[in-house]
């Protein structure tokens, strides 16, 4: 369990000694900035992450990529389409 990593750059994760794939890359509770409204900026960190899941390699073969996100962030930050649009597709979704 790796803690404090720049989600946008996880290449950098190797010049920490991390090598390897994993089965599942876990982002939990992304915010670029703590504002109620709609704030761009949260929405660039979930497509800079998704991006950087796959520039690095993370993934295992049938790995999964699984965000923890209160429950109108979801669709408010449109994640489906943004991780789609990265080459993702959606596997299961799960209220908290």
């Not at 796959?54 to 990529?65: H, N, Q």
């Not at 923890?68 to 299961?92: H, N, R, S």
Request: hydrophobic fraction near 45%; aromatic fraction near 10%.
């Amino acid at each position: 369990c790796l803690h404090s990593v720049d989600a946008t750059d996880l290449n950098s994760l190797v010049s920490q000694g991390v090598d390897g794939t994993f089965d599942v890359v876990v982002f939990a509770f992304p915010r670029a900035s703590l504002k109620r409204s709609v704030e761009p900026r949260n929405s660039l960190l979930i497509r800079k992450f998704f991006r950087s899941v796959l520039e690095a390699g993370l993934l295992a073969p049938l790995g999964r990529v699984e965000l923890l996100m209160l429950g109108t962030q979801y669709a408010e930050w449109d994640v489906a389409c943004m991780a789609q649009e990265e080459g993702f597709e959606l596997f299961e979704y799960a209220k908290l």
